[in-house]
């Protein structure tokens, strides 16, 4: 552009005048005869040149360019024209003219056209303008330093972005004709109205103004800080999507910030769980560490020294000729890689976080030495920003995986989460490269199975009691009513109904109860009596109490006293309850001894499943004497739960006995958590009598008699080898020693249970603590006799 925009509206002087005078009044304070000389000389060439101090025109610029480099020579030293990038320019416009070399460089690369340089800007003539006058004129506080940029190719045809300076201090503004001055009010209304242009124009009226003088403009290349500014706008939005677009995005910055048009770009996953680099699942982002591989143990993947610098320290793998590198190299996994991948040179940048790796970020390029620990220290500058993705990436990741977990999956034990953890991300990964997969039955081999239970004695037998004794009360109160009907009102239905009452409580008096049997007289209850009971109410004020009285006492659900049923349930639930919260918090004691898979589940009981064996736990070393522990340490709790059983009962409706046992299987056997059925279960037809086992032995009787194995007040340890039985004597004798158990020790053997011969059993007298004061120990009997002194 050789004029002003045609919408500028104020008169504008290319002139110098200002910078002649600043030489003169500096000759004034000068001392230096060097810098005296410099002045005199200059100013007497400009002499020569008067235009430049009266004005010039833009057509008239290139015959005095010359003289305006003279003229200028301070404010731009030749020394910095290959550094600088400068251009003096006619106020308010886009002409510019004694421009450094390293500017007249930069624009020679857009084509040999004209580059319009502050068009290419949000940079507004008439808003600089207006503002250089309020500050100038009017001394008004105008902040005029909005950044403004533009983007130039460079000889490589890529843009690059710089930060443009404009300097005004050489421009002189005046006011043309004092009409046009404004008043302090006229001042405030455009301070409040910066967006008015048509008031604007109306205070700055065409030519009411004159600017003389000339403006600098200084550009700095910030290409590396817009990458990292674009860069971090692409990180910081949705990672979790694969995105064709977003993944080039991030390379071409990359190529802005290394300024190479071959430079690639891959990125490969830390999984600190398994020890692996992995691809990047949502992401089609290479990966030249892996290559064709999508996993890899990072043991496997890198020769030591690599290990070192990516795993233990942190810092950078710089491969600037991969060819050479690999001559050095044992274990040439990357190197293979990277020359397959037609790649010469190479930068590896961890990326980590609190002491543990993310992932590494990998830049290639075809050419050797290009990427170097030199350009390599601009990674520096994006660490952050690649950090803060990838834990967010990395927390949405987990997110994913806990949530398919919960889908697939029931509430996993912590002791095995790391196995469900490891095939939801195969799983991911599989769906993400378009598989029909589904999530797999995962097996755990070779593990020792331990299996307890405290159950109440007779626990069927007891719950039909209390509902026999419930049924009868009601009974009994129903027998009363209709009496007293029948007194009063002798209905011959009333004799039918007793009739049918008498029958029910000569059946119940000499008849355990069954389901048949209480659900007819329910029925007959609900469908029958108590119907009528509105009408025998209203026959005398006795039997209106006594119908009230009986009502009160009923269930208002089902129309039946339920008092000694719901005290049976209230007490088994009540009990079971604080019993399995207290095998939960010994359980964080046993998992100290060695991590291991546990279960529990409440029946009439408590029951616990354990399993421990290497496979369980991952990295972390198995012995035999782990299980030794474990079952030393179970044999002791299932005590405690006894003693607990009875102590939790003092404040309850009902006195329950319980009965525990210990089964212990010599052999190790294979666990499977079966999808299907969303639980784990023993795996393979010869481990499933273990299973037939632990559902059946507590019925076992002792060979020979009509004896449960399983008796109140003892606790009965189940096997089938001589191994066993000596080490439980063992643990029975330091026990006994503990004052835990009583010197009542039975060995015995028991009847076969079905595809199960040869099973023997310990049973032994447990030894209760009723006062932890005196710390005094009683037998079972003793137990129930202070039980029933309460």
């Known amino acids: 552009m050789d004029k002003l925009p045609e919408d500028f509206m104020m008169e504008v002087t290319l002139s110098f005048h200002k910078v002649i005078e600043h030489y003169r009044e500096r000759l004034t304070t000068e001392t230096n005869p060097i810098a005296i000389a410099f002045l005199n000389a200059t100013l007497e060439y400009v002499d020569k040149h008067p235009r430049l101090e009266s004005g010039l025109k833009m057509e008239e610029i290139k015959v005095e360019q010359e003289a305006i480099s003279t003229l200028l020579s301070d404010l731009f030293p030749r020394a910095l024209t290959l550094n600088e990038i400068k251009a003096a320019t006619v106020p308010f416009s886009d002409f510019l003219f004694n421009k450094t070399e390293r500017f007249e460089n930069i624009l020679s690369h857009a084509d040999g056209k004209e580059f319009s340089l502050l068009s290419n800007t949000d940079f507004d003539y008439f808003t600089m303008a207006s503002g250089l006058i309020l500050q100038t004129i009017y001394g008004a506080n105008v902040d005029l330093s909005k950044p403004l940029h533009c983007q130039l190719p460079d000889q490589k045809g890529y843009l690059r972005t710089y930060r443009i300076t404009y300097i005004a201090d050489f421009v002189e503004v005046a006011l043309k004709d004092e009409k046009y001055r404004l008043s302090d009010k006229c001042i405030k209304e455009l301070l409040r109205n910066p967006d008015d242009k048509e008031l604007w124009k109306s205070k700055f009226p065409k030519n009411s103004y004159t600017f003389k003088g000339f403006g600098i403009i200084s550009l700095t290349d910030v290409t590396m800080d817009n990458a990292i500014s674009d860069l971090k706008t692409v990180l910081l939005g949705n990672l979790g999507e694969k995105s064709n677009h977003e993944t080039e995005k991030v390379e071409n910055i990359f190529k802005q910030m290394f300024n190479m048009d071959d430079l690639q770009v891959g990125f490969t996953v830390y999984n600190n769980i398994d020890n692996l680099f992995e691809s990047m699942v949502y992401s089609d982002s290479n990966s030249y560490l892996l290559g064709a591989s999508h996993e890899k143990n990072c043991m496997n993947a890198l020769c030591r020294e690599s290990y070192k610098h990516l795993l233990e320290d942190f810092t950078a793998l710089i491969i600037t000729d991969v060819k050479n590198y690999r001559k050095t190299l044992e274990n040439t996994f990357i190197a293979d890689n990277l020359i397959s991948a037609g790649i010469n040179s190479a930068i590896f940048y961890p990326i980590s976080h609190e002491g543990r790796l993310l992932g590494i970020l990998e830049l290639a390029s075809p050419s050797k030495y290009v990427l170097n620990a030199f350009n390599a220290r601009k990674l520096e500058d994006v660490t952050d920003y690649l950090k803060m993705a990838l834990i967010r990436s990395e927390q949405e990741y987990e997110t994913t995986i806990k949530a398919l977990i919960q889908t697939e999956c029931t509430s996993i034990h912590p002791s095995v989460q790391w196995k469900f953890e490891q095939e939801a991300r195969r799983l991911i990964r599989a769906r993400a490269e378009s598989s029909d997969d589904s999530f797999r039955d995962l097996v755990f081999e070779d593990v020792s199975p331990l299996y307890g239970q405290i159950d109440v004695v ?318 005094k120990r009683l037998t079972f009997k003793d137990l129930l006799q202070e039980l029933h002194q309460q």
């Open 458 to 775: 007779g626990s069927s037998d007891a719950r039909n009691e209390a509902i026999k004794i419930d049924l009868i009360s009601q009974l009994e109160l129903v027998s009363e009513i209709f009496a007293f009907a029948k007194a009063n009102e002798p209905l011959p239905i009333y004799d039918q109904i007793i009739h049918r009452i008498n029958k029910f409580q000569e059946e119940l008096e000499f008849n355990s109860i069954n389901a048949n049997t209480e659900r007819e007289i329910i029925g007959i209850l609900e469908g029958e009596i108590n119907p009528f009971m509105d009408h025998v109410k209203d026959l005398s004020n006795k039997l209106k109490q006594l119908v009230t009285d009986y009502e009160n006492t009923l269930n208002p659900e089902s129309g039946v006293i339920f008092t000694n049923r719901d005290n049976y349930d209230t007490t088994v639930q009540v009990v079971n309850e604080r019993l399995a919260r207290f095998l939960d918090r010994k359980q964080k004691e046993a998992q100290e001894i060695y991590p291991h898979f546990f279960e529990r589940y409440k029946t009439d009981g408590v029951e616990h499943n354990i399993y421990v064996g290497s496979s369980i736990v991952r990295g972390q070393a198995y012995n035999p004497v782990y299980l030794y522990n474990l079952r030393l340490w179970q044999l002791q709790t299932m005590i405690q739960m006894e003693n607990k059983f009875y102590q939790y009962q003092e404040s309850l409706p009902v006195q329950l006995e319980a009965a525990s046992m210990i089964l212990v299987f010599g052999n190790t056997l294979g666990i499977r958590y079966r999808i299907d059925e969303k639980r784990f279960d023993v795996d393979g037809a010869y481990n499933a009598r273990y299973e037939v086992v632990k559902k059946r032995i507590d019925k076992a009787n002792i060979k020979g008699t009509q004896e449960r194995i399983t008796q109140k007040g003892k606790i009965s340890i189940i096997y089938t080898n001589h191994e066993s039985e000596l080490e439980y004597l063992r643990y029975i004798s330091f026990l006994q020693d503990q004052k835990y158990l009583n010197n009542e020790v039975e060995l015995l053997e028991l009847e076969d249970v079905q595809g199960v011969v040869g099973l023997k059993a310990i049973r032994v007298g447990v030894l209760y603590n009723r006062n932890s004061e005196d710390n």
